[in-house]
Nanobody
Framework: QVQLVESGGGLVQAGGSLRLSCAAS????????MSWFRQAPGKGREFVGA????????SYVDSVKGRLTISRDNAKNTVYLQMNSLKPEDTAVYYC????????????WGPGTQVTVSS
């Protein structure tokens, strides 16, 4: 059974940085996009960004462009989210998932990792 485990969250001041990781076990995701999502308190889960299998294609929502960067290490079945210049509105639980296109999620959700940005 495929498992996704996110890690790397924490409490950081506005303007700070964090690097999140998502480790996938149970299978390889050859050809799949890996996407990051987030869910803020009282809100629905939203798409943040995605990366293609090769790593050559990435896409982001406008609110994070220039501040968040996704990368992946296919040998380790791991995807990363480098978060810079963090803002209080980035506070959320962050999740990853895999699918045939950006923003698609075909697997069971992992536990997520909490990111809290203080002002």
């Amino acid at each position: 059974q495929v498992q996704l485990v996110e890690s790397g969250g924490g409490l950081v001041q506005a303007g700070g940085s964090l690097r999140l990781s998502c480790a996938a076990s149970g299978r390889s995701f050859s050809g799949a996009f890996m996407s990051w999502f987030r869910q803020a308190p009282g809100k629905g889960r939203e798409f943040v960004g995605a990366i293609s299998w090769s790593g050559r294609r990435t896409s982001y929502v406008d609110s994070v462009k220039g501040r968040l960067t996704i990368s992946r290490d296919n040998a380790k079945n791991t995807v990363y989210l480098q978060m810079n210049s963090l803002k209080p509105e980035d506070t959320a639980v962050y999740y990853c998932n895999a699918g045939p296109d950006p923003a698609t999620a075909t697997l069971a959700w992992g536990p997520g990792t909490q990111v809290t940005v203080s002002s």
